[in-house]
């Protein structure tokens, strides 16, 4: 069977730079915080700051809290380069906390994510990902976590109509014996008529044609649809992954299955699950054109 970490993984890049670099200074002249052109263009539409330069806005109103005045890294002009080889070709933005976990978290860590969003080329994100992979694998078994979720909800008759439609479909019916395909025959009739509200509006205009579903075989895109559905859905109770994570750290449970490390980071909370994911980018990745002021230990959490 193929594995996630056997399939090739390729990076998406961005056409335009990562980094704008813009300004924006309060009232007074000082320089509140960086960000892109289309932030600059929000305040400027609707005449909450006027324009100093081609990359500088100045606020029309005194705005409250200091904005990024003591963080240094927010401060900073940010270089449109790869983090791990200085290449300014192919780049792609990497979360370093992957989202699926990150989204989890509140919403004081969160918004401080900008410090965990590293321009990287394709290349060496493509090759760091195989490590993260392994180490969400690594993750799911010591939380109890699989990476698929869990609260699946398995719809065995979705399934076995799915298995007799595709019988029906192949082209190679004819080799099978006419009482078999009327047991086929009989197992689609039986689960459209039972999962009509499945089927989209076409579809139950079809199946509204045939009494109690006899003969609705014969409707190929019928047989399509239900060829498409999804054996598994989510139910009520589902979580993903980084949900039964984030919530099993933010309680700071442990269980027998934790190694040491995955035990110091559910004792820790939140702050230490942020913390191991730069660590592991840094470990395997070897990012050698960081940004000034960017941490491992960099606090998750600003008043």
Known sequence: METETDRKLTMQSREQDIYNNCKVLDITGTLLFRAGTRRLEWYLSRNLAHRIDAN????????????????????????????????????????????????????????????????????????????AVLFKQHLSHCFSAPLEGVGWIERKDIGK??????????????????????????????????????????????????????????????????????????????????EIIVDVVGHHRTNSLMCDQCKEIAVAGVPALVASWRRHFVEHAGPAYLPNHWSVEYICEQN
């Not at 904005?67 to 927010?74: A, D, K, L, M």
């Not at 900073?76 to 978290?105: A, D, F, I, W």
Request: net charge positive; charged share 20%; aromatic share 6%.
């Open 56 to 131: 500088t806005i100045q606020l029309n109103f005194v705005n409250k809290g200091s904005g990024r005045q003591n963080e240094p890294f927010y401060l900073q002009e940010m270089q449109n380069m790869c983090t791990v080889c200085g290449s300014s070709t192919n780049l792609t933005m990497h979360h370093v906390v992957p989202h699926q976990y990150r989204k989890y978290m509140d919403d004081k860590i969160k918004s401080r994510s900008s410090h965990d969003l590293l321009p990287v080329c394709t290349l060496c994100h493509d090759k760091y990902e195989r490590h």
């Open 161 to 242: 109509g799915m298995r007799a439609a595709s019988t029906l479909m192949s082209p190679s019916l004819d080799k099978i014996p006419k009482q078999r395909i009327d047991q086929l025959r009989a197992i689609v009739n039986e689960v459209v008529v039972q999962n009509t509200d499945l089927f989209s509006a076409d579809s139950q205009a079809l199946i509204s044609q045939y009494q109690f579903g006899v003969g609705v075989w014969a409707e190929h895109s019928v047989l399509k649809e239900l060829m498409s559905m999804d054996v598994r859905i989510r139910g009520p109770g589902f979580c993903t992954h980084g």
